[in-house]
Structures are given as structure tokens and as C-alpha cells.
């Protein structure tokens, strides 16, 4: 067992708690492996506080609908009716969900952002704040953002129009279960990593690949409750909201059968249909990016904002933003100048995907209108976006992996603290 020396220099006689690494397998360039718990930071430290981060990021992110009345009351298997042992089903397939979301935050975020940003623009759209017409038309469906409250409604918003009090708000906020403890630890211990990571970069110490991802999951966590600030958290039954007739309207005969055969048209998809619903799907957030371009350079257009195009522009930009901070390692010392260049590999791929996704989306608007588009190449496009999607979960399980890898070997000092962020408020 070698013990590491103690390394002094000019830095660390102005702010830093030097320490000697013990217990540790030390190199000969004065680099380390698993830090032992002791004085100052070390390897289970680091963890704790990335995952700690990480769990509460992922769990107070996610406003979940309001469950079923089946998962609602799900309890415990009993034994002689008293001793619990064993969950129901329905509370297994409640944790499930959770458990997978959770997974999904943390593995990817940019899912997350996108799931956040369509419910919020569906909450403006039913609130009265967008007034929305449906077309018969590949370009989606037209946005008008103005103060006007109109009750033209079709479809699921057809049902009818209520009008919510004061008392009835308060009564849906007093169910959300957002406790003010672990929003205070979530905002603590993020705050914590961003400023002690802050603070060591401009004293000269490095920071782990962990940590510098777990600070990209913060910022994606941020866009998420952000755009769910209004949606109250962990609501678990819900509550009769009594109609004010004079102001409602009733669902249409169109309205009702659309209601009965959306869901089960969902188990009947083929090959043809999946590349027609990618080809829409490109082809209307393509002719949306030609007509803002045309708007930002002067040409006036007539812009026809569907609502997929803003989940579709979120979930690219929000992807490339989050893998752009894997960029931000790209000089730093890893175990082997190997490993840094897969870094740098995967980094530059799971960052450009989202880019080249917006950019095939663009060709294929402004051609559209030019050339008569075949079925090989709405097969291009299919199999461009599959390459692409294959690409970019290859370079992020890739990253996840040589995070932890790098922790095999670490700069020693990665283990060194600049004090005076020892005494900000943390759990540690």
C-alpha cells in the first residue's frame, strides 16, 4: 500500500486544505485511485454528493399527473390483515413508473424538458391564454398568441369550458405535496456543487468528469420545474370542479368518436404509417425553421406555428445544450490520453446530433416545395434520424461509462479542498 506525499505549492498555502491521500493506489504522475473517507474531500464524498444531487434533481423535477383511483389507493399485501409484506400490484406498477421517469430525468434529460414543455403549452392552450385552430393540413396547427378568450374548441378541448375561483385555486394548491424541506436540500446541494466547482477552477484545481455532468443535470432540471412551476407537485386525488353553464359548451359528435378512436388506432401502426408520421413530422418542423430564417433575414412570411415544432426545437436544443458540457472537459487530464480522446469522440457526437437533426429538418422543408419528394427519400430521412438516434444514445451511455471509469485514476488534486467552501451550508 503506498501512501501519497503531501503536495504543497502557492495555491494551496493561500486557500487550500492540503491533505495527504491515504489508503489509496497512487501513480507515479501523481494520480490516484479510490480516496478512502478522511479529512477533506475524497471518493465516496464526491459520490455522495453527485448522487444525493442527482436523485433530488430527478425527483422534485417531475410533477406527475394525478394517478388513477387504482394506483391512488394501492397499499400492502397482508399478513393476518394487519402485517404488512408485500406491495399490490398496482403499487408495484406505481413505483415502476416513478422509478422509470426518475431513470429517464437522469439519463436523459432533454425527455424530460420536452415532456415539460408540451404539458405547458397544453395548460396555455386550455387556459384560454393561445387561441388554437386545428387545419386539415400537414403544416399543423396555427398559433395565435393574443388576449382574445374564444370558445371555439374542437376535440379533447371540446368537452367544455369552466371557470375556475380564487377558493377553488387555493384548494389545488393546497394539495401539492412540494414540501419546502427538500426544495431547500435540492437548491443547497446544487448551489454547493456549482459554486465549490466555481471556486476550485479558479484556484487551479480540477473537478471530476461527475460532477461536471451532474452540473449539466441541474440546468436541465431547472428548465423543468421552471416550465412545471405552476403545475402542482405530487397531487394524489382529485377534486370535482362544479361547471359554470352560462359559459359552457358541449362536445361535438366528431368530437365524441375522435374521444373513442384516438387510443386504439395507436396499436395499429405499420412501416407505412410510421414513415409517413416521420416524414410530417420533419417536413413541418423543416418548413417552420425555412419561415423563421425567412423572417430573420427580412423576407416577410406568414408563420404557422405548430405545437410540435416548439417540443421538437426543445428537445434538440436542450440534448445539444446538456452534451455541450461534456465539451467543457476537453483538456483535462484522464487515465490515459486514450480514454481523453473517446471523450472528446463522444462529447462531439452526442453535442452535433441535435444540430444535424435540425439541419436534415431544414433541407427537407425548402426542398419540399421544389422537387417532387419519393418514397426513398422519405426512407433517407427515416433511416438519417435512426442513425442519428442511434449515434447520439451510443455517445452518452459512452460518457455515462468513462465517468465512472475516470475515477480509477484522478488527479490528486481532485482530493484537495479550497477551505472557505467547507463552511457554506451543505449535506455532505
Same mark, same amino acid.
Given at each position: 500500500m503506498i501512501i501519497a506525499p503531501r503536495s504543497f505549492s502557492p495555491?494551496?498555502?493561500?486557500?487550500?486544505?492540503?491533505?495527504?491521500?491515504?489508503?489509496?493506489?497512487? %501513480?507515479?504522475?501523481?494520480?490516484?485511485? =479510490? *480516496? %478512502?473517507?478522511?479529512?477533506?474531500?475524497?471518493?465516496?464524498? &464526491?459520490? =455522495? %454528493?453527485?448522487?444525493?444531487?442527482?436523485? &433530488?434533481?430527478? /425527483?422534485? !423535477?417531475?410533477?406527475?399527473?394525478?394517478? !388513477?383511483? $387504482? $394506483?391512488?389507493?394501492?397499499?400492502?399485501?397482508?399478513?393476518?390483515?394487519? @402485517?404488512?409484506? =408485500?406491495?399490490?400490484?398496482? @403499487?408495484?406498477?406505481? /413505483?415502476?413508473k416513478r422509478l422509470g421517469c426518475m431513470l429517464i430525468v437522469i439519463l436523459a434529460p432533454e425527455i424530460g424538458v420536452a415532456i415539460a414543455m408540451d404539458q405547458y403549452l397544453s395548460a396555455r392552450m386550455a387556459e384560454g391564454g393561445w387561441n388554437m385552430q386545428t387545419k386539415d393540413s400537414d403544416e399543423g396547427e396555427k398559433v395565435k398568441n393574443d388576449n382574445e378568450r374564444r370558445d371555439e374548441r374542437e376535440g379533447k378541448r371540446a368537452e367544455q369550458v369552466l371557470t375556475v375561483d380564487e377558493g377553488m385555486k387555493d384548494e389545488i394548491d393546497d394539495l401539492s405535496k412540494a414540501d419546502a424541506f427538500t426544495k431547500l436540500f435540492a437548491c443547497v446541494q446544487s448551489i454547493w456543487l456549482i459554486v465549490q466547482s466555481i471556486a476550485r477552477v479558479l484556484a487551479g484545481l480540477p473537478i471530476t468528469q461527475l460532477e461536471l455532468a451532474t452540473m449539466a443535470l441541474v440546468f436541465c432540471a431547472l428548465l423543468m420545474y421552471t416550465l412545471w412551476w405552476d403545475k402542482p407537485f405530487g397531487v394524489e386525488r382529485s377534486i370535482t370542479i362544479h361547471a359554470n353553464y352560462g359559459h359552457s359548451i358541449s362536445?361535438?359528435?366528431?368530437?365524441?368518436?375522435? @374521444?373513442?378512436?384516438?387510443?386504439?388506432?395507436? =396499436?395499429?401502426?405499420?412501416?407505412?404509417?410510421?414513415?409517413?408520421? $416521420?416524414? %410530417?413530422?420533419?417536413?413541418?418542423?423543416?418548413?417552420?425553421?425555412?419561415?423563421? @430564417?425567412?423572417?430573420?433575414?427580412? *423576407?416577410?412570411?406568414t408563420i404557422t406555428i405548430p405545437r410540435d415544432f416548439t417540443i421538437f426545437l426543445t428537445f434538440y436544443l436542450t440534448a445539444t445544450l446538456f452534451s455541450a458540457f461534456h465539451i467543457g472537459a476537453w483538456n483535462w487530464e484522464f487515465p490515459t490520453p486514450t480514454i481523453r480522446t473517446v471523450w472528446r469522440y463522444f462529447a462531439l457526437a452526442a453535442t452535433g446530433a441535435g444540430p444535424l437533426a435540425i439541419m436534415i429538418s431544414l433541407l427537407t422543408g425548402m426542398v419540399y416545395d421544389m422537387v417532387v419528394v419519393s418514397d426513398l427519400y422519405v426512407l433517407f430521412i427515416v433511416v438519417s434520424f435512426f442513425l442519428l438516434g442511434v449515434t447520439y444514445i451510443v455517445a452518452r451511455l459512452g460518457l455515462i461509462v468513462l465517468i465512472f471509469y475516470c475515477f480509477c485514476s484522478m488527479p490528486a488534486g481532485v482530493y484537495e479542498t479550497v477551505r472557505w467552501t467547507d463552511f457554506l451550508p451543505h449535506v455532505a
Open positions: 495555491i494551496a498555502s493561500q486557500g487550500l486544505s492540503t491533505r495527504s491521500v491515504g489508503a489509496n493506489i497512487t %501513480s507515479g504522475d501523481g494520480r490516484v485511485g =479510490w *480516496v %478512502s473517507a478522511s479529512p477533506g474531500r475524497s471518493t465516496s464524498n &464526491i459520490l =455522495w %454528493s453527485c448522487f444525493s444531487i442527482l436523485l &433530488i434533481c430527478a /425527483w422534485k !423535477s417531475i410533477h406527475f399527473n394525478v394517478p !388513477s383511483d $387504482e $394506483e391512488r389507493d394501492a397499499g400492502w399485501h397482508k399478513l393476518w390483515k394487519t @402485517l404488512p409484506y =408485500w406491495p399490490t400490484k398496482s @403499487l408495484r406498477r406505481r /413505483w415502476r362536445a361535438t359528435v366528431k368530437a365524441i368518436k375522435q @374521444l373513442g378512436s384516438e387510443d386504439p388506432a395507436l =396499436w395499429n401502426l405499420t412501416v407505412g404509417v410510421l414513415l409517413d408520421v $416521420e416524414k %410530417s413530422s420533419v417536413l413541418c418542423f423543416g418548413k417552420m425553421l425555412r419561415d423563421v @430564417l425567412k423572417n430573420l433575414f427580412g *423576407v416577410s412570411c
